[in-house]
């Protein structure tokens, strides 16, 4: 869509992730929007992005966390614990309708614990967002969103942004991305770019990039979607 590929070329939040990353050749790996409605209790587990995508090295990845509504305390806006991305963390499977991530992976309570208190903060750093702001977070930072119990829905796009040097380690398949600045590199076959919004080629062309990127994902997995 259009309005996808807008935001994911913003130049301001493309200047912000170039800083973030330290680098001009930039790629974008995946793109979701993320919908919790009002009183229907979906949530996300504390995870690291980072578990299952394969993407190395992580200090090369990011999450860019679009709000395209009020994103508050209420509605179940992201919480982040700071300075805990210095290592990939265990997480275990708990399949649950209620849980937003498709494999329910969770970080066990007694490494969160340790991670929470080796961060020397006693809440996680809450990030309320107004439409139309964005968070950047390290793909192996420590992060969740508790359920939305105010009176509006809580609707956010998320860019995965990554220097054109990070491969995918599962190598199942070579995957595609999206260029978006720069040299894009030799590890990623580049998706073409929009002629229609909506239409057929490029259903099609969506359809190739999602498959891709789901035989890596759930390699080894009994999960085959994304919810």
Same mark, same amino acid.
Request: glycine share 6%; net charge negative; proline share 5%.
């Given at each position: 869509?259009?309005?996808?590929?807008?935001?994911?070329? @913003?130049?301001?939040?493309?200047?912000?992730? !170039?800083?973030?990353?330290?680098?001009? @050749?930039?790629?974008?790996?995946?793109?979701?929007?993320?919908?919790?409605?009002?009183?229907?209790?979906?949530?996300?587990?504390?995870?690291?992005?980072?578990?299952?995508?394969?993407?190395?090295?992580? /200090?090369?990845?990011?999450?860019?966390?679009?709000?395209?509504?009020?994103? !508050?305390?209420?509605?179940?806006?992201?919480?982040?614990?700071?300075?805990?991305?210095?290592?990939?963390?265990?997480?275990?499977?708990?399949?649950?309708?209620?849980?937003?991530?498709?494999?329910?992976?969770?970080?066990?309570?007694?490494?969160?614990?340790?991670?929470?208190?080796?961060?020397?903060?006693?809440?996680?750093?809450?990030?309320?967002?107004?439409?139309?702001?964005?968070?950047?977070?390290?793909?192996?930072?420590?992060?969740?969103?508790?359920?939305?119990?105010?009176?509006? /829905?809580?609707?956010?796009?998320?860019?995965?942004?990554?220097?054109?040097?990070?491969?995918?380690? !599962?190598?199942?398949?070579?995957?595609?991305?999206?260029?978006?600045?720069?040299?894009?590199? /030799?590890?990623?076959?580049?998706?073409? /770019?929009?002629?229609?919004?909506?239409?057929?080629?490029?259903?099609?062309?969506?359809?190739?990039?999602?498959?891709?990127?789901?035989? @890596?994902?759930?390699?080894?997995?009994?999960?085959?979607?994304? !919810?």
């Amino acid at each position: 869509a259009n309005w996808a590929r807008d935001l994911v070329h @913003n130049p301001t939040l493309v200047s912000a992730v !170039k800083d973030a990353l330290n680098d001009d @050749n930039i790629l974008c790996w995946s793109t979701d929007i993320n919908a919790k409605f009002s009183g229907t209790g979906g949530f996300y587990s504390w995870h690291q992005d980072s578990t299952y995508s394969g993407l190395e090295p992580s /200090d090369k990845v990011l999450t860019a966390w679009v709000a395209l509504s009020p994103s !508050k305390k209420e509605s179940g806006c992201l919480r982040f614990i700071p300075q805990s991305h210095s290592e990939q963390l265990p997480h275990n499977e708990v399949p649950s309708d209620s849980n937003l991530l498709s494999l329910g992976q969770v970080i066990p309570q007694d490494i969160l614990d340790t991670v929470i208190a080796k961060s020397g903060e006693i809440d996680p750093l809450e990030a309320e967002l107004e439409p139309g702001q964005a968070s950047l977070h390290h793909w192996k930072c420590v992060h969740s969103s508790g359920v939305n119990s105010s009176d509006y /829905d809580r609707i956010g796009f998320a860019i995965r942004y990554m220097s054109a040097s990070v491969k995918n380690v !599962k190598s199942v398949c070579r995957e595609r991305a999206t260029l978006v600045c720069g040299d894009p590199g /030799d590890s990623w076959d580049i998706e073409p /770019d929009i002629q229609e919004e909506y239409g057929d080629k490029e259903w099609n062309e969506h359809k190739v990039s999602m498959e891709l990127e789901r035989k @890596n994902y759930f390699q080894d997995s009994q999960v085959t979607h994304f !919810k």
